[in-house]
């Protein structure tokens, strides 16, 4: 495992910088909708993927982990990353703010983020439909699968280079207040997590820490750096993003 790091020129880095430039294609945030307004025009009726039940199978709300459990874990705040031999884990940061997690194989690359949503209701349905506008309104092409969380979308997103288009998958997940949202890149876009074994192990293994506070739905969870990779900058002297505090002292070598 590279904790943080990045492997030299390889499938997992091409499909982390698609991931990069999906996003910003795209056009995919989640504009954060005022919690109670979007659960009561949705309705606790909806369409079966838009009705939350807690997970069994995960990913996990941080009340449903199963008492035996005992996968290690990256805590990143509002989520809790799984950690494999067979997986690169990368914490993504825009600007001086972590947003995301990035796992990778030699062929494949998912970013997870996290996100609150109303009590009852999902929101991955409109999500989707809002994603599917999106690319088609750029170019693109888009379809819906079943996979082994549910609806998926499968899209060739155009990119900045004329003519061409990043294969993406975009899995959703319905949680108790919380969305949780993976953008496949590579092998994995193109197949499926059945191609990635690992990737679907560890996004099961995923925990939500959704917190009692009040939030816009869509609003993405507040997420830090684990303190591995603060002690890590702090060894190297390199600023901290915001709201992570102060650096604890880096071990002493040896």
Do not use: C
């Not at 990035?102 to 997870?112: D, E, V």
């Not at 979308?153 to 997940?173: C, E, K, S, Y």
């Amino acid at each position: 495992m590279a904790l943080f790091g990045r492997r030299g020129r390889s499938g997992a880095d091409d499909a982390n910088d698609e991931v990069d430039e999906v996003d910003e294609v795209a056009g995919v945030e989640l504009d954060a909708e005022d919690e109670d307004a979007d659960e009561a025009a949705l309705g606790a009726g909806g369409p079966a993927d838009e009705r939350v039940s807690l997970p069994t199978t995960g990913p996990y709300d941080v009340a449903d982990v199963p008492a035996d459990d005992a996968v290690p874990r990256i805590d990143l705040g509002g989520m809790r990353v799984p950690v494999a031999d067979e997986l690169e884990v990368r914490v993504d940061v825009d600007g001086q703010q972590v947003v995301a997690a990035t796992l990778a194989t030699p062929a494949s690359a998912m970013q997870i983020g996290v996100f609150a949503a109303p009590r009852t209701t999902g929101i991955w349905g409109e999500i989707r439909a809002e994603i599917s506008e999106q690319v088609t309104g750029s170019g693109g092409r888009v379809r819906e699968e079943q996979g082994p969380f549910g609806v998926e979308l499968v899209a060739h997103v155009p990119t900045a280079t004329p003519g061409i288009v990043a294969p993406t998958r975009f899995v959703g997940v319905n949680g108790p207040r919380w969305f949780l949202r993976a953008l496949l890149q590579g092998r994995a876009a193109v197949e499926g997590l059945a191609a990635e074994p690992a990737l679907e192990a560890a996004l099961r293994r995923v925990v939500i820490v959704r917190g009692g506070e009040a939030m816009p739905s869509r609003e993405a969870l507040a997420l830090q750096m684990p303190k591995e990779a603060l002690a890590a900058l702090a060894e190297a002297g390199t600023p901290l993003p915001d709201g992570q505090g102060t650096a604890p002292a880096a071990p002493p070598a040896g």
